[in-house]
């Protein structure tokens, strides 16, 4: 069960940042016993491999606070951050030990997909509620939010990692907010359609 939660966070932190919960995982596999990569994964603690995640991470935290310019990167990012919610989830032999099933182990790509549509959902979430702040704060939100979003990534990938049992607190809390930003986002189409006169 806690390599399932473990595999959960990953996904949702991968939402949010694609290459966060891959560095962390890539370093952790490297410098610790917390992680141990199963195989065919090793490439994820390639030194190489995490230079490359890092310069992407770098591009990512810097395009992402730019107003308008977020939007465009998360167009591009819909296939990004599903893909590493895969891997991140099946990296940390979550899929393979979830309730120790051996139909998981022998169905890797249940894994796959569990990650794929857990960053999925985050990420839609994200696309949906980033216009929304830009154009209520006239883009001065932008950088914040993306900074709490970095921040979020990060603090969720060490809870799936330490202290896993945290990571269904951490999805509730996830919900609650996506429920107020779609709630926000209706109100505000409610008003606009109020404003141009229609029912």
Same mark, same amino acid.
Not at 117 to 124: M, P
Not at 165 to 171: G, Q
């Given at each position: 069960m806690?390599a %399932?939660l @473990?595999?959960?966070?990953?996904?949702?932190?991968?939402? &949010? =940042?694609?290459y966060?919960? &891959?560095?962390?995982?890539?370093? &952790?596999? =490297?410098?610790?016993d @917390?992680v141990k /990569? #199963?195989d065919?994964y !090793?490439w994820l !603690?390639?030194?190489g +491999? /995490? $230079?490359?995640?890092?310069?992407?991470? *770098?591009a990512?935290?810097v395009l992402?606070? +730019?107003p %308008?310019?977020?939007s465009v =990167?998360d167009a591009?990012q819909?296939?990004?951050?599903? $893909? !590493?919610?895969? *891997? +991140?989830f099946? $990296?940390?032999?979550a %899929?393979a030990?979830?309730?120790?099933s @051996?139909?998981?182990?022998e169905?890797p790509?249940v894994g796959?997909?569990l990650g794929i549509?857990?960053?999925? *959902?985050?990420?839609?979430i994200? @696309?949906v509620?980033r #216009?929304?702040v830009n154009v !209520?704060t006239a883009g001065?939100g932008?950088?914040v +939010?993306?900074?709490?979003e970095d %921040?979020?990534?990060f603090?969720m990938?060490?809870?799936?990692i330490?202290?896993p049992?945290? *990571?269904?607190?951490? &999805?509730l809390?996830?919900?609650a907010?996506?429920w107020?930003?779609?709630r926000?986002?209706?109100?505000?189409?409610?008003?606009k359609? $109020?404003?141009?006169?229609h029912?």
């Open positions: 806690l %399932a @473990t595999g959960m966070g990953l996904s949702t932190a991968a939402g &949010l =940042n694609a966060i919960p &891959l560095l962390v995982v890539g370093v &952790l596999a =490297n410098f610790t @917390t /990569l #199963p065919g !090793s !603690s390639d030194w +491999v /995490l $230079a490359v995640i890092a310069v992407l991470l *770098v990512e935290m992402d606070k +730019v %308008a310019v977020d =990167n591009i819909t296939v990004v951050r599903p $893909a !590493s919610g895969g *891997v +991140v099946s $990296a940390t032999s %899929a030990e979830f309730e120790n @051996t139909w998981m182990t169905h790509w796959w997909l549509g857990l960053a999925l *959902v985050v990420h839609t994200k @696309t509620a #216009p929304v !209520s001065t932008a950088p +939010v993306s900074a709490a %921040a979020g990534a603090g990938s060490l809870i799936a330490f202290l049992v945290l *990571v269904i607190l951490a &999805l809390l996830l919900a907010l996506a107020w930003v779609l926000r986002v209706r109100r505000r189409r409610a008003r359609r $109020a404003a141009r006169g029912p």
